[in-house]
Nanobody, 117 residues
Framework: QVQLVESGGGLVQAGGSLRLSCATSRRTFSSYTMRWFRQSPGKERDFVASISWNGGSTAYADSVKGRFTISRDNAKKTVYLQMNSLKPEDTAVYYC??????????WGQGTQVTVSS
């Protein structure tokens, strides 16, 4: 079973920054796309950003483009989400996600990000 462990969430004022981390011990980490999603109370879990296996390709939700940056360190088996210019509407639980070898999904437990106005 693959474990994904998110960290780095917290309370920050609007305009501030946070960096989230998602670490795993998965042996084949460097072979898979990694993603960040977020979920606010009463809302669906939404895509935030993704990064290809070698970091050569990234994608972002329109709502975070220009403010968030996804990156990965395959040697450390960790993916990051640098979040700048945070807004109250960025408040959510942020989840790390990747695929299994059979096409299923692995999810972390989530980390809470709260942005105060």
């Amino acid at each position: 079973q693959v474990q994904l462990v998110e960290s780095g969430g917290g309370l920050v004022q609007a305009g501030g920054s946070l960096r989230l981390s998602c670490a795993t011990s998965r042996r084949t980490f460097s072979s898979y796309t990694m993603r960040w999603f977020r979920q606010s109370p009463g809302k669906e879990r939404d895509f935030v950003a993704s990064i290809s296996w070698n970091g050569g390709s990234t994608a972002y939700a329109d709502s975070v483009k220009g403010r968030f940056t996804i990156s990965r360190d395959n040697a450390k088996k960790t993916v990051y989400l640098q979040m700048n210019s945070l807004k109250p509407e960025d408040t959510a639980v942020y989840y790390c996600n990747t695929d299994s070898s059979t096409g299923n999904s692995y999810w972390g437990q989530g980390t809470q990000v709260t942005v105060s106005s």
